[in-house]
């Protein structure tokens, strides 16, 4: 007997996909903006897979609070009325050539030294999309990752108390990884990356330069065209389909679109549809990581609790509440971010406050230009 | 694979799917369980589909182009095999995996991975883990393995052997065919 028999006789025959596991499988094909699809999915992702990660990792015991606390913060006018505005707001951005968007993403680990618990930013990444406007002018997709960094200013303190460490080992969904403080070249090689002269016209959000004119602005058929529940489970699958899934899902699907160059109208329209669906809450301003201001929209809280069961020690487990976040610019109603936060805090964010990040997806631009985007060489912290 | 020749993706890609979407089902599911294995193969489908027109029939078989998508596709989940790996692991030798899941199928084999071998492919370098996964489980050629991975023939020999080498110290490198097998190379 060698090694590769019994590595072939060692793994257990699985279960063949379901009817629906291949209906949904070649659903995505069907589903006419083909090459935005995975981008959506990737941004989707963090959704869906952190969802499955759950339901594999953690115990959950369910959500849906109709008022979860708020994060401190002032709030001046009626949290609905903010976000309205900022919808009214949303300009009307020049056209150009190409559009192109650059977001980071992130994720909370906690460093617990004996001079003080504080939080990092880890497995960070900033990736760079262009777009040309038609079909046959390209479209390239940058990434790089970012280096590891103490999450707030406060964070940042009791790092330096700790004799600033340029490595932080931290524990990590089932084991324990050590992240470091080193940036790297934006590069264009591995999955979801590199260019395609003949691509473009089709942009994140599954828009295409074709569908850009015909959106509807108005709220109600937005709703029904990208919010409605036949969309939904389409792309959860009936596991996921409980009210908090969905209305994270939308919260991302709308997220999405938001990163795509629709009009001002649609853009304002969305955002209205988004605030008027069940289990969405105004929660008036927030902050995102990269510490702009802006208005907010959240999904219900929802309870995770942490058992051990994949080896986490004792500091990790627990339970905590948290819900998703998506923050809209006052001024111009462009998307800042979507981030998971804290409501209350416990298991391995027990010392953390609520509005604490666990993670998030920020975009640091988007926009039109006549030249060919390139990303920007300087990075987004520090 | 015999009879029709294998559909062309750029032309009749349903057909493509068809044809192999449980197949490739099946090397997710063994290598990531059933749970991330519907999302990677379809995942995979989708990438081929996009690159459908870069497919070139004369370097690769559409079969082994697509574990070779597949592959990049799963090298995205490491985590996910690690975690199952070592879940496998901690059971030690000779129990089945489905005691462990009550996902897996009912009618997996009764063996399941032994402990010592899931650890130790949980610890292989992921490029030595993709050439001894795709040959044991996807039953590909070496010249098939480099063709899906863009490698060259000699890096999958080298890295096979690598991986067995690992392996059998593992398992106590004790059997005696294990060695004569080695010593012809």
Known sequence: ?382 | MTGDPPPHPAESFDEVFDAYFAEIHRYAAKRLGPDAAADVAAQAFLEAFRQRHRYDPERAGVRTWLYGIATKVLGRHQRTETRALRARARLGPGRGAEEHTERVDARVSAEGLRGELAGAIAALPRGQRDVLLLVALADLSHNEVAAALGISYGTVGSRLNRARTTLRKALGGTNPMLTLEEQHG
């Open chain 1, 1 to 382: 007997m060698d090694e590769v028999r019994m590595v072939r006789d060692s793994y257990p025959e699985p279960a063949p996909p379901t009817a629906r596991e291949i209906a949904r499988a070649k659903a995505l094909l069907n589903d006419p903006p083909r090459r935005s699809r995975p981008r959506l999915l990737w941004g989707l992702g963090g959704v869906v897979a952190a969802g499955a990660a759950t339901a594999v990792a953690l115990t959950v015991v369910g959500g849906n609070t109709p008022a979860p606390p708020r994060p401190s913060g002032p709030v001046h006018l009626d949290d609905r009325a903010l976000v309205l505005a900022a919808a009214e707001k949303a300009e009307q951005q020049p056209t150009g050539k190409y559009w192109h968007e650059d977001r980071i993403d992130g994720q909370s680990y906690i460093m617990r030294p004996k001079t003080g618990t504080y939080a990092i930013t880890g497995a960070t990444t900033e990736s760079f999309a262009w777009w040309g406007a038609k079909r046959g002018m390209g479209e390239g997709y940058y990434g790089r990752d970012l280096p590891a960094h103490p999450s707030t200013a406060r964070d940042a303190a009791l790092w330096r108390k700790a004799g600033s460490p340029s490595r932080f080992r931290v524990w990590s969904s089932d084991h324990y990884y050590t992240y470091t403080a080193k940036a790297q070249k934006w590069q264009l090689d591995g999955p979801n990356r590199g260019t395609n002269p003949r691509g473009g016209g089709e942009f994140l959000g599954g828009v295409s330069a074709k569908d850009l004119p015909n959106l509807p602005t108005d709220k109600t058929k937005l709703a029904e065209m990208f919010m409605g529940d036949e969309e939904m489970k389409k792309l959860t699958g009936p596991k996921f389909a409980d009210k908090g899934v969905t209305s994270r899902l939308k919260l991302m699907r709308v997220s999405a679109l938001l990163s795509a160059p629709v009009s001002s109208q649609v853009r304002a329209g969305l955002m209205r549809a988004l605030a008027d669906q069940p289990g969405i809450h105004s929660i008036g301003q927030d902050t995102d990581p990269l510490d702009r201001r802006g208005v907010a929209l959240a999904s219900d809280d929802r309870t995770t609790t942490v058992t051990g069961e994949f080896g986490e020690p004792k500091a990790e487990r627990g339970t905590y509440r948290s819900r998703t976040v998506i923050i809209f610019d006052q001024r111009t109603g462009a998307l800042l971010s979507v981030q998971d936060e804290v409501t209350k805090p416990g298991g391995p964010y027990a010392e953390m406050r609520p509005g604490f990040i666990i993670n998030y997806i920020a975009e640091r631009s988007s926009g039109w230009t006549d030249t060919k985007p390139t990303p920007p060489a300087a990075l987004p912290f520090h």
